[in-house]
């Protein structure tokens, strides 16, 4: 996981406006299974401009969005981040990430962070 934050960094070092790296980097600190590597203001940082790059109309940053506030403890802002993305995947016909961002907000209306589960140890 270090090592692909790092590379997320060095590519927005580049470009500060890749909306694909900002929400990946985001996603990475607000769901990680290491708990070295969340950083939930960061992740908010960075998911909001993403979500605000792409309007607020796309699901899969929004439920990034949501992530991170909840990994900053922020579950008042992430529940109707979660709630948007939700409606947009349903919009869209994504039935597979609707019920992923269902399930994310239950944890979220729960006063629960997503965590990822965390990577095997060779």
Do not use: H, M
Not at 44 to 61: M, R
Not at 107 to 118: I, T, V
């Amino acid at each position: 996981y270090a090592e692909a934050v790092e590379s997320y960094r060095k590519a927005l070092a580049l470009d500060a406006g890749l909306v694909t790296v900002l929400n990946n980097l985001a996603w990475v600190l607000a769901t990680c299974g290491e708990a070295s590597v969340r950083d939930g203001a960061r992740a908010v940082e960075l998911a909001g401009k993403s979500n605000e790059i792409a309007g607020g109309k796309d699901a899969g940053i929004l439920d990034t969005l949501a992530a991170a506030y909840a990994e900053a403890g922020r579950f008042s802002d992430a529940v109707p981040a979660a709630e948007a993305a939700l409606a947009l995947a349903q919009e869209a016909g994504q039935a597979a990430q609707a019920q992923r961002i269902q399930a994310r907000l239950q944890l979220y209306q729960a006063g629960r962070p997503y965590r990822q589960a965390p990577a095997p140890r060779p």
